[in-house]
């Protein structure tokens, strides 16, 4: 209720913004202005007009000067003829106006202010009474093509930021001000993950050494969680005949999103947007029974899926991603526990990392049948099998209505990050349409077949989009364990440097990434240079422990311990390791 009344007034807000609009700017074409997370916008034809973000101030004003007017919204409903003559001149409107009367809905108009716009509704009742004029703030503007296809025309959308109180909008300019400092694709190039290479092209990383570490150390403990459960790793091509994605769906469902390669024969194939049909052909190659239910197939893999190149954004979007992918097949019988199982690998990888999660069902929406495979019956089975075990789990979830994948539902794993911020995670989805769709089945004890069951589960998802999320959530500064340099050594001076790189190679023959700093700056330039990097400990070598054969050893947060031994310092660093302490 409360998140209702809040988009209500997010909704009023953007009526108020197009009046302030069009006070200042008379000759602009007003088009839609909808509610949206954190606030509102409105996309406007200003003609020839430059507005930007300096112009965001005077319309903000003239918001809230207006703000007091808004006592109370009316509605008429109207004739096609009528609402013409009432937006004349507005290409736009007509438009809408002409799409509503086509389908033999109702035409309304809403009136607050002396400001009259269609609208479909959904305002609040007294605005003066119910908006907070503190809770509301213009953000920036952007270029929108009209109803987001790059066909037609640039239209420019100004964004407001919009809270239920000014305690809540401070909070949230607060948390994007904080998101800013630890923008993945700053602190990324920063640190040396990864590049974008212009002759590579864009939503195409590429990652260094040290990125590539993390990576693999990610990927290394999802692996050393699903191999005790009896995960198998398997290895598939890149691309794959049209025919393979016919026949799942995703052909049908996902053709615009491929990229697809015609060979010198003529023959058409699709690089790989997902691995599960592939895993369906590994399965299918030989005669299961029950016996040898369930199989579990393990892959970390690139996808690549066409994406418009606006929609790209460092690691969070891009063309080729890396899924750390599984596929269970098993019998029905067997989806509480393989999900379980699952589910408990969800559970110990994000809370080494300290995130609490949420659940979310999504599950298909069955008003709109054509956007999925299989039938009614089908879907509530799988439906009901993931509802019993969130019941059985005894947690709240949150409804997802529509939120489902084309062939199955899921439970979607939601988390915080350190700033507050709401990611999407892990998901767990249950499938028993592509089993059918290919045939798969075992031969049970009845000797007759028995279709399976498909449970996809990817525990980082995407691990580039994991990556962006992680360098945020800890804003670079990774954990012991994790980072790719784990501790610098900063001789003082030169006479320092044998017992400094003695101390190093004892490091690395320990297993700890280490490096050395012997230049001739100064130890403060050493020390500023090392938590420029945001390395977890420093080792200073100096006069005193180069003669009692001990170091100094500094982590951050002020942890300092002095004199140690390099046996303790060993101790000490290993145990922080292996036992993933952040």
């Not at 249950?430 to 498909?454: R, T």
Request: aromatic share 10%; glycine share 8%.
């Amino acid at each position: 209720m409360e998140q209702e009344k809040l988009n209500n007034q997010r909704h009023t807000l953007a009526h108020l913004l197009a009046q302030a609009v069009i006070e200042h700017y008379p000759s602009a074409k007003l088009t839609l202005g909808p509610a949206v997370d954190n606030g509102f916008y409105y996309d406007i034809d200003f003609g020839g007009e430059k507005v930007t973000d300096a112009d965001l101030q005077k319309l903000e004003a003239t918001m809230r000067k207006n703000l007091p007017k808004w006592t109370a919204f009316t509605h008429q409903e109207v004739t096609r003829d009528e609402a013409l003559t009432q937006f004349d001149g507005n290409e736009y409107k007509t438009e809408l106006i002409n799409e509503i009367a086509d389908r033999g809905e109702t035409i309304i108009l809403y009136t607050c202010g002396g400001f009259t716009d269609l609208c479909r509704g959904g305002h609040s009742d007294h605005p003066v009474d119910e908006i907070d004029a503190e809770s509301f703030k213009l953000d920036r503007v952007a270029g929108a093509y009209w109803r987001g296809d790059e066909k037609n025309k640039m239209l420019t959308r100004i964004y407001g930021l919009a809270f239920a109180t000014k305690v809540d909008l401070d909070a949230f300019i607060f948390q994007q001000e904080e998101a800013k400092k630890r923008d993945h694709r700053k602190l990324g190039k920063e640190l040396g993950l990864f590049i974008f290479s212009e002759l590579v092209g864009p939503g195409l990383p590429l990652w260094t050494p040290k990125g590539t570490l993390v990576r693999e150390l990610l990927n290394d403990y999802v692996w050393e969680l699903r191999k005790p459960r009896g995960y198998q790793k398997v290895t598939i091509p890149h691309i794959t005949k049209k025919e393979l994605y016919e026949t799942s769906g995703h052909w049908a469902k996902y053709a615009e999103d491929l990229f697809k390669i015609k060979t010198r024969e003529d023959h058409l194939f699709a690089m790989k947007p997902m691995n599960c049909p592939h895993h369906t052909q590994i399965f299918d190659a030989e005669q299961r029974s029950y016996r040898d239910m369930p199989q579990r197939y393990a892959e970390t893999t690139m996808v690549y899926r066409d994406e418009q190149s606006g929609e790209l954004s460092g690691l969070s979007r891009v063309l080729s991603i890396t899924q750390d992918d599984a596929h269970v097949f098993c019998r029905e019988n067997q989806i509480e526990d393989e999900t379980m199982a699952i589910w408990d690998i969800i559970e110990t990888f994000y809370g080494t990392f300290g995130f609490k999660l949420q659940v979310r069902f999504s599950r298909h929406d069955p008003s709109t049948p054509e956007k999925y495979l299989g039938g009614e019956e089908v879907w509530a089975k799988a439906e009901g099998a993931l509802k019993n075990l969130m019941e059985k789990k005894g947690i709240t979830w949150i409804d997802g209505i529509g939120e489902a994948a084309f062939y199955g539902p899921k439970i979607d794993f939601i988390a915080r990050d350190s700033i507050g911020r709401v990611l999407q995670v892990a998901t767990i989805q249950l499938d028993f349409n592509q089993p059918k769709s290919f045939g798969l089945f075992c031969i049970n004890e009845q000797g007759e077949k028995e279709q399976v069951v498909m449970i996809h589960a990817a525990i980082m998802g995407s691990i580039e989009r994991f990556m962006s999320t992680l360098i945020e959530h800890y804003a670079g500064a990774f954990p012991l364990w994790l980072s790719p340099v784990q501790v610098a050594i900063l001789p003082i001076s030169d006479k320092h440097s044998e017992y400094a790189r003695d101390v190093l190679g004892k490091l690395k023959a320990s297993g700890i990434r280490a490096e050395i700093d012997d230049s001739r700056e100064s130890l403060g330039k050493k020390i500023r240079a090392a938590k420029t990097q945001k390395l977890p400990y420093l080792i200073v070598i100096g006069d005193k422990e180069m003669e009692s054969q001990t170091v100094t050893l500094e982590g951050r947060n002020d942890e300092k311990h002095e004199g140690i031994t390099f046996d303790a310092t060993l101790i000490l660093l290993r145990e922080k390791i292996d036992n993933k302490n952040n």
